[in-house]
């Protein structure tokens, strides 16, 4: 059983950045692939971005490409979110997902073996 716990959401204007984090335990954390999503009010969770198990490949969704940079850290357990440029369409609850040795491609479809609580992103303009 994996849990994973995000911190770093917060209140930031139009412009700014913030950076999620990801904690993972109960698990070995290289065994899978990590993965933001993010649900507005009165929308469906969609995908954010994606990291394969060691790094080396990454996806992301049209609306954050160039202004998102997902990373991950296995000696700490963790995936992370760097958020620049922010958008007052970026507000959601965004969550962390783990899917076993999956890809960052088919994180996509959002079928995930775990996720955690979420964390609120506002973005005002």
């Known amino acids: 059983q994996v849990q994973l716990v995000e911190s770093g959401g917060g209140l930031v204007q139009a412009g700014g950045s913030l950076r999620l984090s990801c904690a993972a335990s109960g698990g070995t954390f290289s065994t899978y692939t990590m993965g933001w999503f993010r649900q507005a009010p009165g929308k469906e969770r969609e995908f954010v971005a994606a990291i394969s198990r060691y790094g080396g490949s990454t996806n992301y969704a049209d609306s954050v490409k160039g202004r998102f940079t997902i990373s991950r850290d296995n000696a700490k357990n963790s995936v992370y979110l760097q958020m620049n440029s922010l958008k007052p369409e970026d507000t959601a609850v965004y969550y962390c997902?783990?899917?076993?040795?999956?890809?960052?491609?088919?994180?996509?479809?959002?079928?995930?073996?775990?996720w955690g609580q979420g964390t609120q992103v506002t973005v005002s303009s």
């Open positions: 997902a783990a899917s076993y040795f999956s890809t960052p491609a088919r994180m996509v479809a959002g079928k995930n073996d775990y």
